[in-house]
């Protein structure tokens, strides 16, 4: 059982928005501003798209964006596209554990 | 360009120890903490550890803590993870990461993976 709960599935159409939540615990995601996620395609290695709940590294397209209220954080893409189909994962910082991650959700585009 | 490269993966038995390799290129190596993450064959995944820059802080998750060790040379730009009494479940495609910032903790993202390294422990 993974330490932040993501829904093990999404999906939306082409041009769509979806959006991705990530619970955790006040010791994590609702304790600190330090939740990423990441997308994984199959067989490649993650790639950081978001970082500090809400900042997307230089590079990735402005249609993803992070946001958190309380113990959750929450992964938006809009304008969905066929290449946005993968898995993507959050991660919070705990200070017992050091970095935690989510089960992952596995985004289907139709 | 940014580059990690992991080496030293492989198959052992139980009880056995391995040690993995990270070469780094295209940035300046000691100024970023890393971190190994590993992936279990169609799961999710788990930080194992990081270091910092300086290598003053090394931290493990507690699933490998005590047997596991991180270091890094940063005159070679490489990362190196001693795995000591593995296990089944240490079987896994572990990967180096490069993190935003010179320490480990708080994490704040790791912005560049290597292309992972599998790891299989089977008698």
Redesign the interface.
Known sequence: QSALTQPASVSGSPGQSISISCTGTDSDVGGYRFVSWYQQHPGKAPKLMIYDVSVRPSGVSNRFSGSKSGNTASLTISGLQAEDEAVYYCTSYRSSDILVFGGGTKLTVL | EMKLLESGGGLVQPGESLRLSCAASGFTFNAYAM?W?RQTPGK????VS?ISGSAAGT?Y??SVKGRFTIARDNSKSTLYLQMNSLRDDDTAVY?C?KG?DVV????????Y????ILVTVSS
């Open positions: 971190s993450v999710g995944l788990e930080w990081g931290y998750a507690d990967y990461a935003r480990v903790v708080p994490d704040r993202g790791l912005d993976w290597g292309q992972g």
